[in-house]
């Protein structure tokens, strides 16, 4: 069965202070690995798609990596509007739906 | 960019009542799908279509049907709403080509069964 962890649940960081989140995935034959932002009342937003094992995907003060067992956000020097949840989602094999994990909370004080 | 239009940001219904939610993508995507949201369960798939006149249900589709007459709209029908299905429902699209393209999502439709 394809599954998706994210860790940790929370996170609570400091302006500025550099951080990463984790998602943890197995699935058969990995086409996709996505990265959403949701803001509180929202849909969530998609960030960024990574294909393959070594791709790196970068976007302000963002940017994602991937190996074959999971896939790495990293938020360098971060800033209140950056508080959000972050959900991790792959695509398998075929046409089938999205697996998402259950998300990161992050909260950046200032 | 891709727009994806829920109908309504809040709904309040009586227990019993039909509800009917409503979804427009504006981007000729083959692919629709509902979800629901809630608090440490994450999202769940309730139904999925992937063309006109095709649906497939999820993980979740007990009290729920779905209805896609059109390629750019996908309806979500509680048939007889009761209190568990107070949540947040979130519509989504994408491409079919490759298989591999990311979802695009409403900005959700927050029901409250009463």
């Known amino acids: 069965e394809d599954q998706v962890t994210q860790s940790p649940e929370a996170l609570r960081l400091q302006e500025g202070e550099s951080s990463s989140l984790n998602c943890s995935y197995t699935?058969?034959?990995?086409?996709?690995l996505f990265w959403y932002r949701q803001d509180p009342g929202k849909g969530p937003e998609f960030l960024f798609t990574l294909y393959s094992a070594g791709e790196e995907k970068e976007k302000e003060r963002l940017k994602a990596t991937l190996t074959k067992k999971e896939s790495f956000l990293h938020i360098t020097a971060p800033k209140p509007e950056d508080s959000a949840t972050y959900l991790c989602a792959v695509q398998a094999r075929g046409n089938t739906p999205l697996v998402f994990g259950k998300g990161t909370r992050l909260s950046v004080i200032a | 960019d891709v727009k994806v239009t829920q109908s309504s940001r809040y709904l309040v219904k009586r227990t019993g009542e039909k509800v009917f939610l409503e979804c427009v993508q504006d981007m000729d995507h083959e692919n629709m799908f509902w979800y629901r949201q809630d608090p440490g369960l994450g999202l769940r798939l309730i139904y999925f279509?992937?063309?006109?006149?095709?649906?497939e249900k999820g993980d979740i589709p007990e009290g729920y049907s779905v209805s896609r007459e059109k390629k750019e709209r996908f309806s979500l029908i509680l048939e007889s709403a009761s209190t568990n299905q107070t949540s947040m429902y979130l519509c989504?699209?994408?491409?079919?080509?490759?298989?591999?393209?990311?979802?695009?999502f409403g900005n959700g439709t927050r029901l409250t069964v009463t």
């Open positions: 279509s992937y063309d006109v006149k095709m649906k």
């Open positions: 989504a699209s994408r491409t079919g080509a490759g298989y591999n393209s990311p979802l695009h």
């Open positions: 699935v058969s034959g990995l086409r996709g």
